[in-house]
C-alpha cells in the first residue's frame, strides 16, 4: 500500500506535498522493498515541483540511514 506522500511524488502532485507537510504528514516513508524515498521517486520521474516541494519542507535530500562510522565523516 502507497502512502499520501508516495502517491504525491508518484505523480508529481507538489500541491499535495506541501499541504501534506503543513498537516505534519511523514515525508520520508520507506518502500520496503527498494529503501528508496518519495524524494527518490518525484526525482526519478522528472517532478522537479515536487521534488522542490519536498526540499522546501525540509526533507534532506541525502538522509543518513545509518551514524556515521568515525568522527571524520
Known sequence: MSSPSW???ANGHA???RVLA???ADLYPQRPDQGEKPLVEAASKNHFEAVRA???AGV???PRT?????DYS
Open 22 to 24: 503543513a498537516a505534519g
Open 7 to 9: 502517491m504525491a511524488a
Open 66 to 70: 545509518e551514524p556515521p562510522e568515525d
Open 54 to 56: 519536498f526540499l522546501e
Open 15 to 17: 500541491d499535495i506535498i
Open 60 to 62: 534532506d535530500p541525502i
